[in-house]
């Protein structure tokens, strides 16, 4: 019987009134939810109790979160009574995990209960989620009622590793933001953090016994335009962008994470992707000739940024980098990255050639494939998995690796029939730097992943064993991320959809409930101040040649209950203009098409104004 309303919502009508009672609208939706009539009243005189001390923190935690909104603090108390319960399950359930819970709301009484405080944790977030919008604000909400509908919830997840990546070598963000973006993720039950530390624009974490690496590899020259078009470092011209966090940073950040259950990955990027590194210590590269930090300008295959795996001593730099991040960070994984490895200088290099002979190895690939396996080892000794991007299959996996899947799925279905674990991110479900929509009204950055393709997302391929998909991570890759506001931007509402893929069960998904709940965290994150991309409102604009060769445009929507506007008189269009119904004949003459989206009479998404040259060059 538990079974069959396992992955529903009832709504219980009140006996008193046939009032039906809004759904519950959170994200990641739940595996089993029932509400019911009524509510409980969190007031200044509402006390917390914990069966267990463990729990303390995570309590100190929610009275935190709702402290600033309220105006006032609960009382957290040990053991049992009436008010909020968080109960660590007496008759521990080894089925459920560490990370299920079971929430009971009912006028009088709040009832979670887990085996482990994590899964209390993601107890508190759904409590937090049926609070009243205003909750997510710090400061004194005025005339709330703080009621939480009575549910009866049970709830688990579907995947161990549900994790965003942050890039902060392209740009660098501040300690502060590194936190806000963790505590972000966190409320969307997600649960690893990979800290993407290092690139050819950066270095970013201190290294005490490698100081160079962040006195020269932390700082660029400034630059605004696009990545890739920029003007390289002048000379004389000072070193002023960047930044780096010291040993003391990663400690505190560390801390926050764990305090909110994330484990944090982090990664050095090599032996690719190592412009920073080399520019520091150029000893450790073929040529030794790499002298400023990219800025964003073009410089592949022309500026070196591969380590060298002929000399040794780029083995003792990295022995010494990993010994320190090893100790900094409590994760059991490491990420040595491998990606997009440029091999031509190994190629020209005497010491590259001479390993390839000694080592006999057939060709640079084989090569790429011995740094990893050296790393492997390296980081085996210090008691650490590697995890690397999807590269690191060519030449030959190293026996124990994990394997990041990111140019699709392809390489993470062959790892994973080697029998390797494998984390699947492929670009055009997970990258968050990519376009969410019609690109004309979006910051500059190139390809398309919208929402609906992040909610789309089905991490286990047929062919494989589930057992090795561990989950997957969206990627907010930061060339075209200059800030934290944009990062947000980015990040939201996608990373909703894809903490819903690795939360909630394929069968509980649904894209349409989805939007609905996702409006509702729109109104949350307003005021909670953080912000989020409402690309999913803007018009899908397709043209096509028809089969007379003659110009068309398709436009659609993502979502649903949106009209569409048009002009091609030069105007902005509005709810009194052309509604779209079919594809649209250009007129003779048009220079620019005009589009806008509507729900509810009101404008929803962006304007949309295209030249039909601009439209003409799409088809081609
Ligand atoms: C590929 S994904 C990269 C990154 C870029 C990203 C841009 C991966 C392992 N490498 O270095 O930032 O594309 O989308």
Known sequence: MQFLWYFLVLVKPPKSSLKVIKEITIIPKPANAILNAGNFKITKNTVIFCNNNDLLPVAEYMVAKISGAMGFSLQIK?????????????????????????????????????????????????????????????????????????????????????????????????????????????????????????????????????????????????????????????????????????????????????????????????????????????????????????VGNKFYTVDENSLCPGKEITFEYLDKIFTEIAMLFPSEYIHVGGDECYKGFWSKCPDCQKRIQNEKLKDTYELQSYFIKRMEKMLEAKNKKLVGWDEILEGGLAPNATVMSWRGMENGIKAAKEGHQVIMTPTNHCYLDLYQGEPSVEPATYSICRLSDSYNFEPVPDEVDPNLILGGQGNLWSEAVPTFRHAEYMTWPRGWALAEVFWTSKENKNWENFVTRVEDHFVRADFGKINYARSMYNAIVTPFNDENGILKIKLDTEIKDLKIFFTFDNTNPDSYSPKYETPLFIPKNATRLRIITYKDEKPAGKMISLRIDELQKRVL
């Not at 660098?172 to 990979?194: G, P, R, S």
């Not at 006195?215 to 000379?235: L, N, Y």
């Open 78 to 294: 040990e053991g049992t009574g009436k008010g909020i319960n968080f109960k660590i399950s007496d008759t521990a359930d080894s089925t459920s995990g560490n990370e299920s819970y079971k929430l009971q709301v009912t006028p009088k009484n709040i009832e979670l209960t887990a085996n482990k405080a994590n899964g209390i944790f993601y107890g508190i977030q759904t409590l937090l989620q049926m609070l009243p919008p205003q909750i997510k604000s710090s400061s004194l909400q005025q005339n709330v009622e703080w009621k939480i509908p009575c549910v009866e919830i049970e709830d688990s997840p579907r995947f161990p590793w549900r994790g965003l990546m942050l890039d902060v070598s392209r740009h660098f963000f501040t300690k502060e933001e590194v936190k806000a973006y963790i505590d972000q993720l966190a409320e969307y039950k997600m649960n690893v953090f990979h800290w993407h530390l290092s690139d050819d624009q950066g270095w970013r974490i201190e290294i005490k016994s490698l100081p160079k690496l962040t006195e020269i590899g932390a700082w660029r020259a400034e630059r605004v335009g696009d990545w890739w078009q920029r003007e390289p470092r002048q000379e004389n011209e000072p070193v002023t962008y960047g930044g780096f966090y010291t040993h003391e940073d990663i400690k505190e950040i560390v801390q926050y994470a764990k305090d909110r259950f994330v484990e944090i990955v982090p990664e050095i990027d090599v032996p690719g992707h190592s412009l920073a590194a080399i520019a520091a210590y150029p000893e450790i590269s073929c040529t030794h000739s790499v002298k400023d930090i990219n």
